[in-house]
């Protein structure tokens, strides 16, 4: 990765959501050191480190993504309008399935 690649690297963590989930992956790491260190695992602790790094990795590749002319913003927009009416049509195939089988 060149020095284009660390700007790119670096803007997408220096940024409210980076700093934050990078800050949250430190802080839920040293927690799962000394965790470890006192003898105590805690699965919370582990489930939560690997769900905040990779929230982090697919914020850093997004921005990285975006940085090289990929829509992800507009694709993820997109899929999370699709949602609401996925949903209802999950609600209406399983409102068939119950009224077919009551």
């Known amino acids: 990765m060149g020095m284009d690649g660390w ?3 670096m803007a997408w ?3 409210p959501t980076g700093a934050t989930l990078t800050l ?3 802080a839920l790491g040293v927690a799962t050191s000394v965790m470890r260190l006192a003898g105590r695992s805690i699965r919370f602790l582990l489930t939560a480190t ?3 790094a990779t ?3 697919i914020w850093i590749v997004g921005g990285i993504l975006e940085a090289w002319g990929v829509p ?3 694709s993820i927009a997109t899929i999370g309008s699709w949602i609401p009416s ?3 049509a999950a609600g209406g195939f399983l409102k068939r399935l ?3 089988a009551g």
């Open 13 to 15: 963590i220096l940024t």
């Open 7 to 9: 700007h790119v690297f």
């Open 98 to 100: 119950f009224e077919t």
């Open 50 to 52: 690997k769900i905040a």
């Open 86 to 88: 996925l949903i209802q």
């Open 24 to 26: 949250l992956l430190i």
């Open 72 to 74: 992800v913003r507009e």
């Open 55 to 57: 929230l982090l990795v």
